[in-house]
């Protein structure tokens, strides 16, 4: 039987021009970690599988659940990563002396053996940022200005949405329904299988009139639970009215879960309109950071998915400026070509026939061609064409470098 090479399911090549797009959008998204003063971090793509396992009782989170397994040939129990926040308990157990606070970005891939469909992949890159050791909501503030920052630029209108853990944990129990992990992980499924399938599966943990109450109890306004005292709603009136100062809207949705278990305070999705999944999520993980120190230390983050943010992406990516033609003058066009590289101004270099090359450059919609002959030299003077009307100009060599720096 002959192989015929092909992709695995749920994985995908990025060719141009959509990998130029990507390396746009992914240049803005560092560009705002930066400008709010996080710091890069590097992890490694494999953890030991018993580092990667949920640290509640009973079932673990789908997340987890959905890790890529693997044995070295040590037969050590090994992981690909399902996302990059749990690497922060190991990072602090081998650092435990980083200065605290510690705003870390990271952008990486991370794998999940999940169902695959349109924008579901089983390896994509996440965009991450962390704020370790502040407890105070201004964080949990900051991380979603950055995102909000980020979604401007790239022309995307968002839906920041908000609920709190702790708010959560205390609606289910003042319905008298005691598994509130389990009841939390049902809710979690609503906008998958639907109301009714999620009010059938919570029939083993509370009878029919405790989840009808617990459904109106969901349907209330923020008012009603911070007027009555819920533990939690008072942090998320906190995270509204912090908002403000960076002119965030936030719509609270008391059925918003986060399918991750170490979330423990504000927790946060967003969306776009007409997209079921949200493009990006987090919130307030103050148990995970410091549980092999012993230790609490607060936590926030949030993390997005590079190819969703690039799927809605309204930007241009940046392209070649030029294509440099050598019509038999190639010392000369590869020392024109130095100096516009010198100069940050991106060119490819192309020797042979001139139709051939000009082809290449509408293919690639390179906006310009330059040719290099032996009568521009001769006259210091080149041929500068403009691929989108055709349109041809002899300019010096000064001329030419003050077009192309445009």
């Given amino acids: 039987m002959i192989f015929e090479p092909e992709k695995v399911k749920g994985f995908q090549d990025i060719l141009p021009p959509e990998s130029l797009k990507r390396e746009k959008v992914k240049s803005v998204i560092e560009k705002y970690f930066k400008l709010y003063g996080f710091l890069p971090v590097e992890t490694p793509t494999i953890e030991y599988d018993e580092l990667m396992r949920s640290d509640t009782l009973g079932k673990e989170d789908e997340v987890i659940s959905d890790r890529f397994r693997l044995k070295d040939k040590g037969n050590r129990n090994l992981g690909l990563r399902y996302e990059l926040t749990f690497q922060l308990k190991r990072i602090f157990k081998q650092n435990p002396n980083i200065k605290l606070p510690f705003k870390k970005y990271q952008i990486g891939k991370i794998f999940r053996d999940e169902p695959t469909g349109p924008g579901r992949f089983r390896e994509f890159t996440q965009c991450d940022i962390d704020i370790v050791g502040d407890s105070s909501i201004k964080s949990d503030v900051e991380c ?34 005691h598994d509130k992990s389990e009841v939390m992980r049902e809710l979690d499924k609503i906008e998958k299988i639907g109301e009714d399938s999620v009010k059938a599966n919570l029939r083993k943990y509370a009878n029919a009139n405790q989840i009808l109450t617990l459904f109106k109890m969901l349907e209330k306004p923020l008012d009603f639970f911070t007027k009555n005292l819920f533990d939690g709603s008072e942090e998320i009136k906190e995270l509204e009215d912090v908002g403000k100062n960076y002119g965030l809207k936030l719509k609270f949705n008391p059925f918003m879960i986060r399918g991750l278990g ?32 012993n230790r609490k230390i607060p936590a926030v983050g949030i993390s997005f998915g590079l ?49 051939k090359a000009l082809d290449y450059t509408n293919s690639l919609e390179i906006p310009y061609a330059i040719f290099i002959g032996e009568e521009e030299i001769k006259n210091k003077k080149f041929k500068l064409k403009e691929m989108s009307s055709g349109n041809e100009k002899l300019l010096t060599e000064k001329q030419l470098l003050n077009k192309l720096r445009k």
Avoid: H, W
């Avoid at 979603?144 to 129990?173: H, Y």
């Fill in 307 to 355: 190819e969703r943010i690039t799927e809605l992406a309204n930007i241009e990516p940046k392209k070649t400026k030029v294509t440099l033609i050598s019509l038999n003058q190639d010392k000369e066009t590869i020392k024109l070509a130095r100096k516009l590289r010198k100069l940050e101004i991106s060119c490819n270099v192309m020797f042979g026939k001139p139709g």
């Fill in 144 to 177: 979603l200005a950055v995102f909000s920052d980020i979604l401007k630029e790239l022309k995307i209108q968002p839906e920041i949405q908000i609920n709190n853990r702790k708010l959560l944990g205390a609606i289910i129990e003042s319905v008298k329904i």
């Fill in 262 to 293: 170490y979330y423990t305070g504000n927790i946060f999705e967003v969306k776009v309109e007409n997209k079921k999944d949200s493009i990006g999520g987090g919130g307030r993980y103050d148990d995970l950071v410091g549980k092999y120190l």
